[in-house]
């Protein structure tokens, strides 16, 4: 069983960044990262190839967000720059063995406990 462990996130004003990183236990996997914002359903955000190439994203977060790994270390990074109030939410790290439907969150086995990120107005 693959364990996930996320970090970095915090408090940032409107127009600020951060980076959330999440450490895996193992490797080869298809790494996602969806968020959860109070009384909402839980939504993909980006996600990433065991390879490391073809990420994807949502279209809210694209040319915000940035998804990366590093497989020596199984870390998958998330940098999340011009952050905007509506990207409030507790961020979780998934991953997925098959990768074949990368935005639902059905596709995913395994997941992290969550980081909370909270952007100002």
């Known amino acids: 069983q693959v364990q996930l462990v996320e970090s970095g996130g915090g408090l940032v004003q409107a127009g600020g960044s951060l980076r959330l990183s999440c450490a895996a236990s193992?490797?080869?996997?298809?790494m996602g990262w969806f968020r959860q914002a109070p009384g909402k359903e839980r939504e993909f955000v980006a996600r990433i190839s065991w390879r490391g190439i073809n990420p994807l994203y949502e279209d809210s977060v694209k040319g915000r967000f940035t998804i990366s790994r590093d497989n020596a270390k199984n870390t998958i990074d998330l940098q999340m720059n011009n952050l905007k109030p509506e990207d409030t939410a507790v961020y979780y790290c998934?991953?997925?063995?098959?990768?074949?439907?990368?935005?639902?969150?059905?596709?995913?086995?395994?997941w992290g406990q969550g980081t909370q990120v909270t952007v100002s107005s």
């Open positions: 998934a991953a997925s063995i098959t990768g074949l439907n990368p935005r639902m969150s059905t596709e995913y086995r395994y």
């Open positions: 193992e490797g080869r996997y298809y």
